[in-house]
């Protein structure tokens, strides 16, 4: 193990940005008047692996009382929601609505070639309402919707390469799916990578089937760690549903102290 480990511990914090814009954009005014939610994204991905036939399913919902003389959906892409950019996919009649957009409707109305998307790039969907006096309007409730492979369970596991450079370590793991859930798995060998033994654990870890987000529940991996007591893991991360790559960060402690926050990738062999 490393000195400045165990005598330079490190504390990182991550902070959620979030932005509003209520300035006069090409097609209408944000914040102002009605405000719908966009949310229950399921699938929210279009899947890379079969673009003809993939499509995103949510929900839209107003404010009680909110009466729109017309909605409509607009979806963008790569970030340029709220300009001219952003184009018209179809109208919402009534609300809640149950919203269904196949891949092919997204480029055919953005006037892009559905041969052209790549993975990680994101289209964006938003409803821009008439009132009954004629102001158009948009709210800040946006759906992101990435351009990604859908999940195959046979990418989660198996033999992986753990690398931390923060943490400096470099070497291999062993995943190992659950029996009866393919989104939960067991990582194997953390510990050792710092060649200490492994007799607690394994790591166990859930990929959200939604977000593919990840996260690891607080594990003692191996009880005696450079004479600390229950060297334990707890993080989260992203399942990268392509390669199978894991992005994650973890807090690495011990009985007596925590040595902080690490990024970890798991990388299949």
């Given at each position: 193990?490393?000195?400045?480990?165990?005598?330079?511990?490190?504390?990182?914090?991550?902070?959620?940005?979030?932005?509003?814009?209520?300035?006069?954009?090409?097609?209408?005014?944000?914040?102002?008047?009605?405000?719908?939610?966009?949310?229950?994204?399921?699938?929210?991905?279009?899947?890379?692996?079969?673009?003809?036939?993939?499509?995103?399913?949510?929900?839209?919902?107003?404010?009680?009382?909110?009466?729109?003389?017309?909605?409509?959906?607009?979806?963008?892409?790569?970030?340029?929601?709220?300009?001219?950019?952003?184009?018209?996919?179809?109208?919402?009649?009534?609300?809640?609505?149950?919203?269904?957009?196949?891949?092919?409707?997204?480029?055919?109305?953005?006037?892009?070639?559905?041969?052209?998307?790549?993975?990680?790039?994101?289209?964006?969907?938003?409803?821009?309402?008439?009132?009954?006096?004629?102001?158009?309007?948009?709210?800040?409730?946006?759906?992101?919707?990435?351009?990604?492979?859908?999940?195959?369970?046979?990418?989660?596991?198996?033999?992986?390469?753990?690398?931390?450079?923060?943490?400096?370590?470099?070497?291999?793991?062993?995943?190992?799916?659950?029996?009866?859930?393919?989104?939960?798995?067991?990582?194997?060998?953390?510990?050792?990578l710092d060649g200490e033994v492994e007799d607690l654990g394994p790591l166990k870890m859930t990929i959200d089937p939604i977000t593919f987000a990840v996260k690891a529940e607080k594990t003692a991996l191996g009880s005696d760690f450079f004479g600390y007591h229950n060297?334990?893991?707890?993080?989260?991360?992203?399942?990268?549903?392509?390669?199978?790559?894991?992005?994650?960060?973890?807090?690495?402690?011990?009985?007596?102290?925590?040595?902080?926050?690490?990024?970890?990738?798991?990388?299949?062999?």
């Open positions: 193990m490393k000195k400045t480990i165990f005598f330079g511990l490190a504390l990182f914090s991550a902070c959620l940005i979030g932005s509003c814009d209520e300035s006069e954009d090409p097609v209408g005014l944000r914040d102002v008047g009605i405000v719908p939610s966009l949310y229950d994204a399921n699938p929210a991905v279009f899947d890379s692996k079969d673009l003809e036939n993939t499509f995103v399913k949510f929900k839209v919902a107003l404010s009680e009382g909110d009466k729109p003389e017309k909605a409509e959906l607009y979806v963008s892409y790569n970030g340029a929601a709220g300009s001219v950019k952003s184009k018209k996919v179809s109208d919402i009649a009534n609300f809640p609505a149950d919203v269904t957009v196949y891949a092919t409707d997204a480029v055919q109305a953005l006037g892009i070639a559905l041969e052209d998307l790549e993975n990680d790039d994101v289209f964006t969907f938003e409803v821009v309402f008439t009132s009954h006096g004629g102001k158009v309007t948009r709210s800040n409730s946006l759906l992101n919707v990435p351009v990604a492979c859908a999940f195959d369970p046979a990418q989660a596991f198996g033999s992986y390469r753990g690398v931390s450079d923060g943490w400096e370590v470099d070497g291999p793991l062993t995943i190992t799916q659950d029996e009866d859930d393919p989104y939960t798995v067991y990582v194997a060998g953390l510990v050792e060297v334990s893991y707890q993080g989260t991360g992203i399942f990268g549903t392509c390669d199978g790559k894991y992005t994650m960060s973890f807090t690495i402690t011990v009985d007596e102290v925590s040595f902080g926050l690490y990024s970890f990738t798991f990388t299949r062999n």
